[in-house]
């Protein structure tokens, strides 16, 4: 009966526990007074008056322990009471406190931060309304590279409604020069560094893009499908909100202004809403403009082209050209697999419809074809790209890792202070006290430990995620990915936290509190370390070979990937790295015809091969580790290839005396000349790769092969060149071919500087300046020197190489604590012992012996196992290596070597302790 | 633990809340002039366990039956005044009128001749 109203109470009583405290010695105060007064009247003394109050009254302190046990709830009282008692006990060993603290803490807000960032790449689902309908269309052909999607192609599954509700196509284009039109409130940016405009990222969309979405304007309307209907008839566009705030300043009259993108006039018809970036994933784009207006932005980006195409020609038209990322919502109830085989039949009519009847090789193939339908509620994303998840995830492997270690070593810490505490938990155990309390109150010193590490964790977190972010990204803004904690990261956190107590807290208390009575008491008050060793020590030893085993793991690992790091510092690219500027231009929007854009280029090259300072200069289609690649099939004369086998060769479009800018040396042949014009015979230059793939044994200068698909040509070779890294430093050069841009007729795009010994990074201004004087209206891009575009194309080795290395060290340094501990302990465990073998005449050095040998046997178990461990872990990143194997000799030597001088540090001190007792105290203790 | 309590405390327990709860009818009180005015009304047959006095008004006032008010004392002290509220008064009665069932069966069972 009214329970619930006296459990209010107590609960009120619990919250109010310090006004109620004072109350009750004020009332119990005042009784006292009362009586003693009473009694004074009766004639005694107010010294005996008092006592006399206090002796009627009781047990005064009983009376106010029970009127507080009834005031409050029990458990939760005795819970506040362990918190108490465990934040003294941590206040007590601040040394103990403090490195399980840090360890715990960084393992905690490493591990939360890779989580953060993984979570945000991997899982997180797009803000539209049913996310979990969305999927993604895919092309896939057997033993072919899989093609992006052709727009008549896209149009046809908008037709398949019986299980599409809507389809999207959308392309991304990071080359999008932007200029605002009668906008003289809104100063430009400082930041752009270029007079002609603001070069932003945009996506091409499909009109049924924003409304199949769900995605409404936040200022105007959203672009439809009446905006996307006739090839360039449709010049509006939307804005994203970031840039509408960063441009625009939130301007709302931004409606109906006039943006010229690569030259072509839109009207902004509206803004989209704050926290939505497309259905790519990672990037941030800020003009969204209809697919009909490609040819009028020139969009030329991220497309395969084949046969029978017109790249020249709307692409919107075009069924051979693929350049689209197709995503639909399915209706409810259909499954993935229906809407594939629906697309699928769509898509053979397609092709049966569209395919050249000059080529039946490939209507041969169309059967096979087949449309897969991916889940799209994520969007797509090239960060989960293997190459770009794979080091996240390893990191996020060596910080758990660090956790594990942490975990161990404060359970250490933990074990050997609660046996300095067996006393005490020995006499509260006789007392009455259940162990089940004990162990409640030790866990709890164990949650309190991990509770305020993972507060420290969560900061580090929320810090470090914007950071590796940042790092992993290779720019200063990162990936405008959501990193915000949202539920199930704080989840993860708490979760990791609550483990992470568990998992080092529960082995000491159930041991602490495992005891014999009778021997822990009758322990001479003097000692610390109570009896029991053979309760105490296996768990510890336990620990400490955990903790060398998985720190050794993390050593390796680092070591490796720090080894990556230097040998792919190293590496040779086959061209001079130092000593060369590139400055990326945008001749394509200039609109020029070939001979005047040849014209341009030439005078272009005149002009900033005469800077002082500058030796060579040079134009092609893109620099070396630019991260651009243009690459399409050979026909080789006497050359037949295996069914399926890759005929590509990259390709690039450069000016005479590039190879001589770059620092490549001929090997054969001649370099490109002003008579190889565009009337002229089609001249190539092709890499030692191809000469040796398709001219094996034969001289390749001279011969004649066929290329391109789109134009076909015959070429001549008139040079061989070394082979050099173009792409990825990782790998071997593919074949390649370079030609005459002045025959190509293709817009070059960077300009490269060879310049005096030490002036590259100098000399931006003077190019830039020179730039302008040639072609003052000639977009410049960025500028940079050939060593800062390597060092960022290693960004992410360098961020894992750096990241496991800080890991390694902190683990190796926990690894010490641990044996540190253990072995002084044993020392003190044993003084007596030591005491009476020196007294028996054992030398010095024998003692000093006995100890380390222990400490190196720890070792040498731990090391054995974290071989066995470092050789499993460190397969699963072999990938991510570069000159080296996962279990590199040297690397593994090193990394054992460390660990095990690291061991005989950490063991020496003790050992000399030991080896220095005096024997007479040491026996005379006991 | 808590059993031992509750045996320890059941009889005490239920005839201490009676007799605060009469005391409190006749008017406010504060702990210790409850306890005296027990004594003095009894003619000190009934001594009251001072110690087990306060968590019994404790436990009175968290049922609802009294509640306390900070006042002053008569020789003007603060002192904390306890009151019956409604509650308590019905309360009082139920067990005012249990008690004297079960005091006139004892008495019937004490007066009982042996034949």
Same mark, same amino acid.
């Given at each position: 009966?009214?329970?619930?109203?006296?459990?209010?109470?107590?609960?009120?009583?619990?919250?109010?526990?310090?006004?109620?405290?004072?109350?009750?010695?004020?009332?119990?105060?005042?009784?006292?007074?009362?009586?003693?007064?009473?009694?004074?009247?009766?004639?005694?003394?107010?010294?005996?008056?008092?006592?006399?109050?206090?002796?009627?009254?009781?047990?005064?302190?009983?009376?106010?322990?029970?009127?507080?046990?009834?005031?409050?709830?029990?458990?939760?009282?005795?819970?506040?009471?362990?918190?108490?008692?465990?934040?003294?006990?941590?206040?007590?060993?601040?040394?103990?406190?403090?490195?399980?603290?840090?360890?715990?803490?960084?393992?905690?807000?490493?591990?939360?931060?890779?989580?953060?960032?993984?979570?945000?790449?991997?899982?997180?689902?797009?803000?539209?309304?049913?996310?979990?309908?969305?999927?993604?269309?895919?092309?896939?052909?057997?033993?072919?590279?899989?093609?992006?999607?052709?727009?008549?192609?896209?149009?046809?599954?908008?037709?398949?409604?019986?299980?599409?509700?809507?389809?999207?196509?959308?392309?991304?284009?990071?080359?999008?020069?932007?200029?605002?039109?009668?906008?003289?409130?809104?100063?430009?940016?400082?930041?752009?560094?270029?007079?002609?405009?603001?070069?932003?990222?945009?996506?091409?969309?499909?009109?049924?893009?924003?409304?199949?979405?769900?995605?409404?304007?936040?200022?105007?309307?959203?672009?439809?499908?009446?905006?996307?209907?006739?090839?360039?008839?449709?010049?509006?566009?939307?804005?994203?909100?970031?840039?509408?705030?960063?441009?625009?300043?939130?301007?709302?009259?931004?409606?109906?202004?006039?943006?010229?993108?690569?030259?072509?006039?839109?009207?902004?018809?509206?803004?989209?809403?704050?926290?939505?970036?497309?259905?790519?994933?990672?990037?941030?784009?800020?003009?969204?403009?209809?697919?009909?207006?490609?040819?009028?932005?020139?969009?030329?980006?991220?497309?395969?082209?084949?046969?029978?195409?017109?790249?020249?020609?709307?692409?919107?038209?075009?069924?051979?050209?693929?350049?689209?990322?197709?995503?639909?919502?399915?209706?409810?109830?259909?499954?993935?697999?229906?809407?594939?085989?629906?697309?699928?039949?769509?898509?053979?009519?397609?092709?049966?419809?569209?395919?050249?009847?000059?080529?039946?090789?490939?209507?041969?193939?169309?059967?096979?074809?087949?449309?897969?339908?991916?889940?799209?509620?994520?969007?797509?994303?090239?960060?989960?790209?293997?190459?770009?998840?794979?080091?996240?995830?390893?990191?996020?492997?060596?910080?758990?890792?660090?956790?594990?270690?942490?975990?161990?070593?404060?359970?250490?810490?933990?074990?050997?202070?609660?046996?300095?505490?067996?006393?005490?938990?020995?006499?509260?155990?006789?007392?009455?006290?259940?162990?089940?309390?004990?162990?409640?109150?030790?866990?709890?010193?164990?949650?309190? &430990?991990? =509770? %305020? !590490?993972?507060?420290?964790?969560? *900061?580090?977190?929320?810090? $470090?995620? #914007? /950071?590796?972010? @940042?790092?992993?990204?290779?720019?200063?803004?990162?990936?405008?990915?959501?990193?915000?904690?949202?539920?199930?990261?704080?989840?993860?956190?708490?979760?990791?936290?609550?483990?992470?107590?568990?998992?080092?807290?529960?082995?000491?208390?159930?041991?602490?509190?495992?005891?014999?009575?009778?021997?822990?008491?009758?322990?001479?008050?003097?000692?610390?370390?109570?009896?029991?060793?053979?309760?105490?020590?296996?768990?510890?030893? &336990?620990? =400490? %070979? !955990?903790?060398?085993?998985?720190? *050794?793991?993390?050593?390796? $690992?680092? #070591? /490796?990937?720090? @080894?990556?790091?230097?040998?792919?510092?190293?590496?040779?690219?086959?061209?001079?790295?130092?000593?060369?500027?590139?400055?990326?231009?945008?001749?394509?929007?200039?609109?020029?015809?070939?001979?005047?854009?040849?014209?341009?280029?030439?005078?272009?090259?005149?002009?900033?091969?005469?800077?002082?300072?500058?030796?060579?200069?040079?134009?092609?289609?893109?620099?070396?580790?630019?991260?651009?690649?243009?690459?399409?099939?050979?026909?080789?004369?006497?050359?037949?290839?295996?069914?399926?086998?890759?005929?590509?060769?990259?390709?690039?479009?450069?000016?005479?005396?590039?190879?001589?800018?770059?620092?490549?040396?001929?090997?054969?042949?001649?370099?490109?000349?002003?008579?190889?014009?565009?009337?002229?015979?089609?001249?190539?230059?092709?890499?030692?790769?191809?000469?040796?793939?398709?001219?094996?044994?034969?001289?390749?200068?001279?011969?004649?092969?066929?290329?391109?698909?789109?134009?076909?040509?015959?070429?001549?070779?008139?040079?061989?060149?070394?082979?050099?890294?173009?792409?990825?430093?990782?790998?071997?050069?593919?074949?390649?071919?370079?030609?005459?841009?002045?025959?190509?007729?293709?817009?070059?795009?960077?300009?490269?500087?060879?310049?005096?010994?030490?002036?590259?990074?100098?000399?931006?201004?003077?190019?830039?300046?020179?730039?302008?004087?040639?072609?003052?209206?000639?977009?410049?891009?960025?500028?940079?020197?050939?060593?800062?575009?390597?060092?960022?194309?290693?960004?992410?080795?360098?961020?894992?190489?750096?990241?496991?290395?800080?890991?390694?060290?902190?683990?190796?340094?926990?690894?010490?604590?641990?044996?540190?501990?253990?072995?002084?302990?044993?020392?003190?465990?044993?003084?007596?012992?030591?005491?009476?073998?020196?007294?028996?005449?054992?030398?010095?050095?024998?003692?000093?012996?006995?100890?380390?040998?222990?400490?190196?046997?720890?070792?040498?178990?731990?090391?054995?196992?974290?071989?066995?461990?470092?050789?499993?872990?460190?397969?699963?990143?072999?990938?991510?290596?570069?000159?080296?194997?996962?279990?590199?000799?040297?690397?593994?030597?090193?990394?054992?070597?460390?660990?095990?001088?690291?061991?005989?540090?950490?063991?020496?001190?003790?050992?000399?302790?030991?080896?220095?007792?005096?024997?007479?105290?040491?026996?005379?203790?006991? | 633990?808590?059993?031992?309590?509750?045996?320890?405390?059941?009889?005490?327990?239920?005839?201490?809340?009676?007799?605060?709860?009469?005391?409190?009818?006749?008017?406010?009180?504060?702990?210790?002039?409850?306890?005296?005015?027990?004594?003095?009304?009894?003619?000190?047959?009934?001594?009251?366990?001072?110690?087990?006095?306060?968590?019994?008004?404790?436990?009175?006032?968290?049922?609802?039956?009294?509640?306390?008010?900070?006042?002053?004392?008569?020789?003007?002290?603060?002192?904390?005044?306890?009151?019956?509220?409604?509650?308590?008064?019905?309360?009082?009665?139920?067990?005012?009128?249990?008690?004297?069932?079960?005091?006139?069966?004892?008495?019937?069972?004490?007066?009982?001749?042996?034949?």
């Amino acid at each position: 009966m009214n329970w619930h109203r006296s459990w209010a109470a107590r609960t009120r009583g619990l919250l109010r526990r310090g006004k109620r405290e004072r109350e009750m010695n004020e009332e119990v105060g005042f009784h006292l007074e009362m009586q003693a007064r009473e009694f004074e009247r009766r004639g005694m003394s107010a010294k005996e008056a008092l006592q006399a109050a206090r002796r009627r009254f009781g047990g005064v302190e009983q009376v106010k322990e029970e009127y507080r046990r009834q005031g409050s709830v029990p458990w939760l009282e005795s819970f506040g009471k362990d918190l108490g008692f465990g934040l003294r006990m941590l206040r007590k060993s601040p040394l103990v406190t403090a490195v399980a603290l840090v360890s715990l803490a960084l393992g905690l807000g490493a591990s939360g931060a890779i989580f953060n960032v993984l979570d945000s790449l991997l899982f997180a689902k797009l803000p539209v309304p049913h996310p979990d309908q969305l999927v993604v269309l895919k092309i896939r052909r057997p033993e072919e590279p899989q093609p992006r999607v052709f727009y008549p192609a896209f149009r046809m599954w908008q037709g398949d409604s019986g299980v599409f509700s809507g389809v999207i196509a959308f392309s991304r284009s990071s080359s999008m020069l932007v200029r605002s039109l009668g906008a003289a409130s809104t100063p430009r940016p400082a930041s752009t560094g270029d007079e002609l405009g603001e070069w932003v990222d945009g996506v091409l969309v499909s009109g049924s893009y924003f409304p199949v979405l769900g995605v409404h304007a936040l200022l105007g309307r959203t672009l439809t499908a009446d905006d996307d209907r006739v090839a360039g008839g449709h010049p509006v566009a939307m804005i994203s909100h970031a840039y509408w705030q960063r441009r625009f300043a939130g301007d709302p009259a931004v409606l109906g202004r006039t943006l010229e993108v690569n030259g072509q006039l839109f009207a902004v018809v509206g803004v989209t809403p704050p926290g939505f970036f497309g259905a790519e994933v990672g990037e941030a784009p800020a003009l969204f403009v209809p697919t009909a207006m490609q040819t009028q932005v020139h969009y030329v980006g991220n497309s395969d082209i084949e046969d029978g195409a017109d790249a020249t020609k709307p692409w919107t038209e075009q069924p051979h050209i693929g350049w689209l990322v197709a995503m639909a919502r399915l209706r409810p109830g259909v499954s993935a697999r229906q809407a594939a085989a629906a697309a699928t039949v769509t898509y053979h009519q397609f092709a049966a419809a569209n395919v050249d009847p000059k080529h039946p090789e490939i209507l041969k193939k169309v059967p096979a074809v087949r449309i897969q339908v991916e889940p799209g509620a994520q969007g797509v994303s090239r960060l989960r790209d293997r190459d770009v998840a794979l080091p996240l995830v390893t990191l996020m492997g060596a910080a758990v890792l660090l956790l594990l270690i942490a975990c161990a070593n404060t359970a250490n810490l933990l074990l050997a202070r609660a046996s300095a505490r067996r006393k005490e938990i020995a006499v509260r155990l006789s007392q009455g006290a259940g162990r089940a309390r004990l162990v409640r109150q030790l866990l709890t010193e164990s949650l309190l &430990l991990a =509770v %305020i !590490a993972g507060a420290c964790g969560l *900061l580090l977190a929320r810090w $470090g995620s #914007g /950071l590796l972010l @940042r790092i992993a990204s290779g720019r200063a803004t990162g990936w405008p990915i959501d990193l915000s904690l949202g539920w199930h990261k704080l989840a993860f956190l708490t979760v990791a936290c609550l483990a992470t107590a568990l998992l080092f807290g529960l082995a000491p208390a159930l041991q602490a509190t495992r005891l014999d009575l009778v021997s822990a008491l009758k322990v001479a008050a003097g000692s610390t370390h109570g009896g029991g060793p053979r309760t105490r020590l296996p768990l510890g030893k &336990l620990l =400490v %070979i !955990a903790e060398v085993g998985l720190s *050794l793991v993390l050593l390796v $690992g680092a #070591g /490796l990937f720090v @080894r990556t790091l230097q040998n792919l510092g190293g590496v040779d690219p086959g061209f001079q790295r130092s000593d060369l500027l590139l400055v990326r231009i945008h001749t394509q929007l200039m609109r020029l015809d070939p001979p005047r854009l040849h014209e341009m280029e030439r005078r272009i090259q005149e002009r900033m091969a005469a800077l002082p300072g500058v030796r060579s200069a040079s134009l092609s289609l893109h620099s070396p580790v630019s991260g651009s690649q243009h690459a399409s099939g050979v026909e080789v004369p006497g050359y037949t290839p295996r069914p399926g086998e890759d005929m590509s060769v990259s390709e690039i479009s450069v000016t005479p005396g590039y190879f001589k800018t770059l620092g490549i040396p001929f090997r054969d042949g001649r370099d490109f000349a002003s008579r190889d014009s565009a009337d002229a015979p089609h001249v190539t230059i092709v890499n030692e790769a191809m000469a040796r793939k398709y001219f094996r044994g034969r001289d390749a200068v001279g011969q004649r092969f066929g290329y391109d698909t789109e134009k076909p040509r015959e070429f001549e070779i008139v040079g061989v060149v070394r082979d050099a890294r173009f792409y990825d430093l990782r790998e071997a050069a593919p074949p390649m071919m370079f030609m005459p841009a002045a025959q190509s007729g293709e817009s070059l795009r960077d300009v490269e500087l060879r310049t005096a010994r030490g002036m590259a990074a100098s000399l931006v201004p003077q190019a830039r300046q020179a730039l302008r004087e040639v072609e003052p209206t000639l977009a410049i891009g960025s500028v940079g020197t050939m060593e800062q575009q390597l060092e960022r194309s290693l960004t992410q080795d360098r961020a894992v190489a750096r990241l496991t290395a800080f890991f390694g060290a902190v683990a190796l340094l926990l690894a010490s604590i641990g044996l540190y501990g253990v072995i002084s302990y044993g020392v003190a465990r044993r003084r007596s012992e030591i005491g009476l073998r020196l007294a028996l005449g054992a030398a010095r050095g024998q003692v000093l012996g006995l100890v380390l040998r222990e400490t190196l046997q720890l070792a040498t178990v731990g090391v054995a196992l974290g071989l066995l461990g470092a050789l499993a872990a460190t397969r699963l990143a072999a990938s991510q290596l570069y000159g080296l194997t996962a279990t590199d000799p040297l690397t593994v030597g090193a990394a054992i070597v460390v660990m095990a001088a690291v061991a005989s540090l950490a063991g020496y001190m003790p050992a000399r302790r030991a080896a220095e007792v005096d024997p007479l105290t040491a026996l005379r203790s006991d | 633990m808590k059993n031992g309590e509750l045996e320890k405390s059941d009889l005490l327990q239920g005839t201490l809340d009676l007799l605060v709860l009469k005391t409190l009818a006749l008017g406010p009180m504060h702990g210790y002039g409850i306890a005296q005015r027990i004594e003095q009304i009894s003619e000190a047959v009934l001594q009251v366990n001072q110690g087990s006095l306060y968590p019994a008004l404790l436990r009175l006032e968290q049922r609802g039956w009294i509640a306390s008010a900070w006042g002053a004392s008569d020789n003007n002290r603060r002192a904390k005044f306890y009151s019956l509220t409604r509650l308590g008064r019905r309360q009082l009665a139920a067990e005012t009128e249990k008690w004297e069932r079960l005091s006139a069966a004892i008495g019937r069972l004490l007066r009982a001749v042996p034949g």
